[in-house]
Nanobody
Framework: HLAESGGGSVQAGGSLRLSCATSGYTYTSNCMGWFRQAPGNEREGVAGIESDGIQVYADSVKGRFTISRDHAKNTLHLEMNSLKPEDTSMYYC?????????????????WGQGTQVTVSS
């Protein structure tokens, strides 16, 4: 089970912190990722983090977003700074076994329900 929280509305230049609580998974190693989907667009990978902390980011968010995870609390976070109107989307967390070699949505079998982020200009 994956459950996102922390979405909301913010003005451009503002910040938000998303969280994703996980339970019920027993992967020895895994990749947890954040994805987003705006109306009319395909779902795209934003950031991923492996069990050992290795991170990957989409070029569009590098330097603005930071992904992190708390193993003790089984929680994933996404710190989003310098938000832009084009960041407006539904944000989803997802989990798969293995590494974050790819943020291809088709390779992630486990998904949360999403949390909406709206950035106004």
């Amino acid at each position: 089970h994956l459950a996102e929280s922390g979405g909301g509305s913010v003005q451009a230049g503002g910040s938000l912190r998303l969280s994703c609580a996980t339970s019920g998974y027993t992967y020895t190693s895994n990749c947890m990722g954040w994805f987003r989907q705006a109306p009319g667009n395909e779902r795209e990978g934003v950031a991923g983090i492996e069990s050992d902390g290795i991170q990957v980011y989409a070029d569009s968010v590098k330097g603005r977003f930071t992904i992190s995870r708390d193993h003790a609390k089984n929680t994933l976070h996404l710190e989003m700074n310098s938000l832009k109107p084009e960041d407006t989307s539904m944000y989803y967390c997802a989990l798969k076994g293995g590494g974050c070699d790819s943020l291809d949505t088709k390779r992630f079998p486990n998904w949360g329900q999403g949390t909406q982020v709206t950035v106004s200009s």
